[in-house]
């Protein structure tokens, strides 16, 4: 529920269109049911993807994966799968796709401002064939998310043109940002340890664990 008071709450999908008017022909008719080989070859060349699911009661996660390009294992053109390498073992997105299998991909390219969306259903899978297929120095992936493709698109610019992300001299300076070290410090207050402490373990991970 949304707790500041606002004054104008577009509440009906007509007063939505009211706003922004109506999609062009052309944006309607590139959604696609399978992946073409122009979505193949995105997905080959992307080294990151977005990952949205949502859960029996709506509540909604986003998660990041990402690994060298094409670490996204397109099977034929109506399936994919995503490997999942080690992380925090939270899984709020394998948890949602058990409630909900519907899930929403956005697939990015560095340096590239379109994107590709891909929309779908969900389930997770361990196959041993598959699972080779998608190892890194060795090391099997334990799951994989399989998308059963519904539609798949390409994105416009216009976001990554407006934000300037791929633009280095826009980027922040890291030096004027906290570490991550210090922001679970602050936000998690664990006892007998310090922000140094906490980015050297982050640090190792990132050295030791990513697979």
């Known amino acids: 529920?949304?707790?500041?008071?606002f004054q104008h709450i577009v509440s009906t999908?007509?007063?939505?269109?009211?706003?922004?008017?109506?999609?062009?022909?052309?944006?309607?008719?590139k959604q696609l049911s399978v992946l073409d080989a122009h979505c193949r070859t995105f997905i080959a060349r992307s080294p990151f993807v977005l990952v949205g699911?949502?859960?029996?009661?709506?509540a909604c996660d986003v998660s990041?994966?990402?690994?060298?390009?094409?670490?996204?294992?397109v099977l034929?053109?109506?399936?994919?799968l995503i490997p999942d390498r080690p992380g925090n073992r939270r899984v709020d997105g394998?948890?949602?796709?058990?409630?909900?299998?519907?899930?929403?991909?956005?697939?990015?390219?560095?340096?590239?401002?379109?994107?590709?969306?891909?929309?779908g259903?969900?389930?997770?899978?361990r196959d041993a064939d598959l699972m080779a297929r998608m190892a890194v120095g060795g090391k099997h992936p334990a799951l994989a998310l399989a998308v059963e493709v519904e539609d798949a698109f390409l994105h416009c610019a216009k976001?990554?043109?407006?934000?300037?992300?791929?633009?280095?001299?826009?980027?922040?300076?890291?030096a004027d940002l906290p570490s991550l070290g210090k922001m679970l410090l602050d936000q998690v207050k664990p006892k007998d340890t310090t922000a140094e402490e906490l980015d050297d373990l982050i640090e190792e991970s990132y050295a030791k664990r990513l697979y």
Not at 159 to 174: G, V, Y
Request: with cysteine; net charge negative; aromatic share 8%.
């Open 1 to 5: 529920m949304v707790v500041y008071p």
């Open 13 to 29: 999908e007509a007063e939505l269109r009211e706003v922004v008017g109506e999609p062009g022909e052309l944006v309607l008719r």
């Open 53 to 58: 699911t949502a859960g029996a009661c709506g």
């Open 64 to 73: 990041p994966r990402g690994d060298g390009p094409g670490f996204a294992l």
């Open 76 to 80: 034929d053109d109506r399936t994919l």
């Open 94 to 119: 394998f948890r949602n796709v058990l409630e909900n299998p519907h899930v929403g991909l956005l697939f990015v390219i560095p340096g590239m401002e379109e994107t590709l969306r891909v929309n």
């Open 121 to 125: 259903r969900a389930c997770i899978v």
């Open 159 to 174: 976001a990554f043109k407006r934000s300037r992300l791929w633009q280095a001299e826009t980027w922040p300076d890291r």
